[in-house]
């Protein structure tokens, strides 16, 4: 990949888990939320970013209709998995 084609792809990772977490930490219950917050707290994990991207808000969703900002929404933790059409044998 170019620098800036891995730069957009780092982006939309960022974004569709900042997204998901988001949509997660505001629909499941707060016996739920807070402890997990917690103990992401006391690990002392800091917000998901890129190599490009080290701030600690904000992300955006690049849609068919155009680019979607949150600038001053919370991102995701440093660790997620993602897989995009994996298959075992």
Not at 48 to 58: F, L, P, Q, R, W
Request: aromatic share 8%; with cysteine.
């Amino acid at each position: 990949l170019t620098d800036d084609e891995h730069h957009q792809k780092d982006g939309a990772i960022l974004g569709i888990l900042a997204l998901t977490w988001n949509l997660l930490t505001k629909t499941l219950p707060e016996e739920v939320v807070a402890p997990t917050r917690a103990a992401i707290a006391d690990a002392g994990l800091p917000p998901m970013a890129s190599k490009e991207d080290i701030s600690e808000h904000g992300y955006y969703l690049d849609l068919p209709c155009g680019r979607l900002q949150f600038q001053a929404a919370e991102r995701a933790p440093a660790e997620a998995y993602m897989s995009q059409n994996y298959t075992a044998y």
